[in-house]
């Protein structure tokens, strides 16, 4: 369903985060349009790469902290109808099951009014490195959701509230393409159901809840 992809605007690219491959993935399915990817500024940084991530656009993110410049360079991007390519989940998933999505995007598309496109990317190997998932072959297919508008939370991207909707909505609509194409049942289940499903029963369940 990559004909989902909007033609021209602002759009953010949404997608569960498995691999090393994700970005390239997400790249050769948008053909017409470059995705600016948000990426960490340690990778970001490693030689060689840095002068191809700055020829690409890419926009370095520092994770320890209120990285305010990689957000005014991302509104920036979106308000000249860019495309910018994020993974909410904020981090490789260590074990291929999609983990809990962070309000970073949310709040991008509410400040930006920018059109919000959900993918999952199915068939990447469990990631071993930055490098290491590019030494072996996998055949890897993305699958496309209906582009996604918050005209009900446009300009809410201050409020909390409203970032979690939005968040809730995002993860959604990736959890409802996995449930409907993924086909590794490990990868079926998110990592807070299986959670909540080894959690014990009686009295240390309700403590354990409390923590």
């Known amino acids: 369903n990559a004909c989902r992809i909007p033609p021209t605007g602002p759009v953010i690219f949404v997608a569960n985060h498995t691999s090393a491959l994700d970005p390239l993935v997400l790249q050769a399915a948008s053909r017409r349009r470059l995705i600016h990817f948000m990426m960490a ?23 320890t902290g209120n990285d305010t410049a990689s957000i005014r360079a991302a509104l920036r991007a979106l308000k000249d109808g860019e495309v910018i390519g994020m993974f909410p ?3 490789i998933s260590e074990d291929g099951r999609l983990q809990d999505g962070r309000p970073g995007v949310a709040m991008l598309a509410l400040t930006s009014g920018a059109t919000v496109v959900p993918a999952y990317i199915r068939g990447t190997r469990v990631h071993a490195g930055m490098v290491n998932d590019f030494k072996k072959r996998a055949r890897i297919t993305a699958f496309f959701g209906p582009p996604m508008k ?9 409020d909390a509230a409203a ?3 939005a968040t809730q909505r ?30 014990p029963e009686g009295p240390v369940a309700e403590e354990a809840g409390k923590i």
């Open 41 to 63: 500024k340690e990778y970001y940084e490693k030689w060689p790469f840095r002068y191809l991530y700055k020829w690409l656009g890419v926009i370095p993110v520092n994770r």
């Open 89 to 91: 989940e904020g981090r």
């Open 150 to 158: 918050f005209e009900d939370l446009a300009g809410q991207g201050r």
């Open 163 to 165: 970032r979690d909707a």
């Open 170 to 199: 995002i993860m959604g609509a990736i959890a409802a393409l996995r449930d409907r194409h993924e086909t590794d049942a490990f990868r079926r289940s998110s990592a807070v159901a299986v959670e909540q499903r080894q959690m």
